[in-house]
């Protein structure tokens, strides 16, 4: 399984904007669907956003959409997600995850098992 280091949450204000991103150890596959997850203390995980190796099948969760962004550099390894106009509900840790031979939709309603996941990055958006 491809191992997967997420990077880049912290301590933000409401309305700023941030990058996470997350390197996969080894080259990614043309056939792995990569995206986000996030978790608030005390809730469950939550999809937030995925994409496939060209991006052109990208899915957002309803919450994000037109204020995040999912992107993805395969020659690095490496996808992205660009949080814009970031409120405190956003506050959570986001989790890196990973499948093959799925769409991005499919992402978003896949069991969580199914799923290989990074150890996750803390982001806090204070008012």
């Known amino acids: 399984q491809v191992k997967l280091v997420e990077s880049g949450g912290r301590l933000v204000q409401a309305g700023d904007s941030l990058r996470l991103s997350c390197a996969a150890s080894e080259r990614t596959d043309k056939n792995l669907a990569m995206g986000w997850f996030r978790q608030a203390p005390g809730k469950e995980r939550e999809f937030v956003a995925a994409?496939?190796?060209?991006?052109?099948?990208?899915y957002y969760a309803e919450a994000v959409k037109g204020r995040f962004i999912i992107s993805r550099d395969n020659a690095e390894n490496v996808v992205y997600l660009q949080m814009n106009s970031l409120k405190p509900e956003d506050t959570a840790v986001y989790y890196c995850?990973?499948?093959?031979?799925?769409?991005?939709?499919?992402?978003?309603?896949?069991?969580?098992?199914?799923?290989?996941w990074g150890q996750g990055t803390q982001v806090t958006v204070a008012s």
């Open positions: 994409n496939t190796w060209g991006g052109a099948n990208t």
């Open positions: 995850a990973a499948a093959l031979f799925i769409t991005a939709q499919a992402m978003a309603r896949i069991q969580m098992t199914d799923l290989n």
